[in-house]
């Protein structure tokens, strides 16, 4: 179960992991554009991404809970594999990050960073999840999830708190959505302590499994995704977080991928913020709807990890 009181414990049981982020806010995108966007800015977070206050969360409880815990596994190229990887450097556990053979040098750079070890299988994600359990299983380590745990949404749910303690008298909040974890902590916090605020989830079009499973009413299943977003190529939301959605998320909306190149240059020109795509979607969604015109709207851009070399392709 998810509750208020697992969100605030969250804050305090992570905050020697994860930083409180600022909000920046630009004038000159005001005057230029005319909306009043506030971002707030994950990709200056630990690790580059907000995946640290769910797995940092999830790590610490299970600690708490088994002191024997020896290590701890799961399977992720992108910032889900490099936060779990810190937080297990943290606490001196073993780590195990299972990556595709396809997986960019970077990427593996980052993970290695953490003197985690990095087992590269297959190309499917079928084929790593397997691999991963079998990890699991022979070296008696703790799955961490991306998303589909209460422990993870309670962390990601710590963003939601400190808005709402930065920002007064905020009108709605875009939150991206993957497989859901972080804009089910993020809208449980907010409708459960002001529920006026707007919580508006933004999908890549290519995308849009959870927009797709909202309408139908059930957990609906994409054959495939394709985006530059690529921290938002979930197949179907969680199990957990697509009730959460569903409760909680007062709109979900598409951005198409030149809608999102443009979001990145436009934070990099503006804010002086560099987001990954993954994490402009949201303020690719406030600038085609307008949102923001005449309301304050906090954009949450969610990561800031891409390569060095691709960001000439936005500018
Ligand atoms: C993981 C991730 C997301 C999506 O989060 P979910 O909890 O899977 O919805 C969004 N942006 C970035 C940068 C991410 O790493």
């Given at each position: 179960m998810l509750n208020i009181q697992k969100i605030n414990d969250a804050h305090n049981s992570i905050k020697d992991f994860a930083k409180v982020t600022p909000v920046v806010y630009s004038e000159a995108l005001e005057y230029d554009l005319g909306n009043k966007l506030i971002l707030k800015a994950e990709n200056l977070q630990t690790t580059n991404s907000f995946k640290i206050r769910g797995s940092s969360n999830c790590i610490i409880n299970r600690v708490k809970a088994?002191?024997?815990?020896?290590g701890v596994v799961t399977a992720s190229s992108g910032n889900h594999g490099q936060a779990v990887a810190y937080v297990a450097y943290r606490l001196g556990l073993s780590a195990t990050i299972v990556m595709p053979k396809t997986a960019p040098k970077a990427k593996i750079n980052a993970v290695n960073r953490w003197g985690a070890k990095i087992e590269l299988c297959g190309t499917t994600s079928g084929e790593r999840l397997s691999r991963m359990q079998q990890i699991a299983d022979e070296e008696g380590y703790f799955v961490v999830p991306p998303y589909d745990h209460y422990d993870i949404i309670a962390g990601q749910g710590t963003i939601g708190k400190e808005i709402m303690e930065q920002v007064h008298d905020v009108d709605a909040v875009l939150v991206p959505i993957g497989g859901g974890g972080l804009i089910s902590g993020i809208s449980y916090y907010i409708k459960h302590t002001n529920p006026k605020v707007q919580v508006i989830g933004v999908e890549p079009k290519g995308s849009n499994s959870m927009g797709v499973s909202i309408e139908r009413g059930s957990i609906t299943q994409l054959d495939s995704t394709k985006s530059?977003?690529?921290?938002?190529?979930?197949?179907k939301p969680g199990d957990l977080t697509f009730p959460i959605v569903r409760e909680n998320v007062d709109r979900i909306i598409t951005v198409n991928e030149d809608e999102i190149s443009n979001a990145v240059s436009k934070c990099i020109e503006y804010f002086k913020i560099v987001p990954e795509p993954s994490g402009a979607v949201t303020v690719a969604g406030a600038l085609k709807t307008g949102w923001g015109k005449n309301k304050k709207v906090v954009a949450v851009v969610s990561g800031g990890n891409f390569d060095m070399e691709r960001i000439q392709e936005f500018i």
């Open positions: 088994f002191p024997d815990t020896k530059i977003a690529d921290g938002l190529l979930s197949l």
